[in-house]
Nanobody
């Protein structure tokens, strides 16, 4: 199995930046697709970003495109989410998730992922 732990969350003012990390253990992450989701109070968990197995392609929700960047360092068995120009509406618990196999057409669905981290809180103040 794969264990995931997110880190890097915190409180930041609007317009600021945070970098989230997703550290994996138990298996080598290089063969796993990595996605980021977030869930705000009273709302459904929503897709944020994803990066493919080799890191050549990345995907973003319209709400974060142009502000967030996802990357991976397979040598460190870690995925990253760089968040810039943060807005109060970005406030949520952020989760990373991985799976060995996935169809890109279904990558925004939470049900497609085998492993999840416990989440890290991101709070953006006005």
């Amino acid at each position: 199995q794969v264990q995931l732990v997110e880190s890097g969350g915190g409180l930041v003012q609007a317009g600021g930046s945070l970098r989230l990390s997703c550290a994996a253990s138990g298996r080598t992450l290089s063969t796993y697709f990595i996605a980021w989701f977030r869930q705000a109070p009273g709302k459904e968990r929503e897709f944020v970003a994803a990066i493919n197995w080799g890191g050549a392609d990345s995907y973003y929700a319209d709400s974060v495109k142009g502000r967030f960047t996802t990357s991976r360092d397979n040598a460190k068995n870690t995925g990253y989410l760089q968040m810039n120009s943060l807005k109060p509406e970005d406030t949520a618990v952020y989760y990373c998730a991985t799976t060995r196999y996935i169809a890109l057409a279904t990558m925004t669905s939470t049900s497609q992922y085998e492993y999840w981290g416990p989440g890290t809180q991101v709070t953006v103040s006005s």
